[in-house]
């Protein structure tokens, strides 16, 4: 089982839209390449705790919807589009 990773306090601080907000420039920046190998590394690290962080608060989200719903997430009764 993989290890929790810490999420330092500023990243806690942060909505889930500006921390999907900064994940999605740290990508940005580490596909181009054009980042230092050191700097790539403390960048890398902060995406690491940002997905986390984001993880969370999805996770959190959907287990909201589940208790609301009463049902795991699904609707009673419904069947699928393709049902003849």
Same mark, same amino acid.
Not at 34 to 37: G, W
């Given at each position: 089982m993989a290890? %929790?990773?810490e999420i330092s306090e500023?990243?806690? %601080?942060? !909505?889930?839209?500006?921390?999907l !907000?900064?994940?999605?420039?740290?990508?940005?920046r580490l596909e181009t390449g054009?980042?230092?190998?050191e700097? !790539?590394?403390?960048?890398y690290k902060r995406g690491s705790q940002?997905?986390?962080?984001?993880?969370e608060k999805l996770k !959190?989200?959907?287990?909201?919807?589940?208790?609301?719903?009463g049902n795991g997430g699904t609707a009673s009764g419904t069947e699928p589009l393709d049902a003849d």
């Open positions: 290890d %929790k990773i500023d990243i806690l %601080k942060l !909505s889930f839209e500006e921390a !907000s900064e994940l999605e420039t740290i990508v940005d054009d980042v230092a190998l700097e !790539s590394i403390e960048i940002l997905r986390a962080y984001c993880d !959190s989200a959907q287990a909201k919807i589940e208790k609301i719903t």
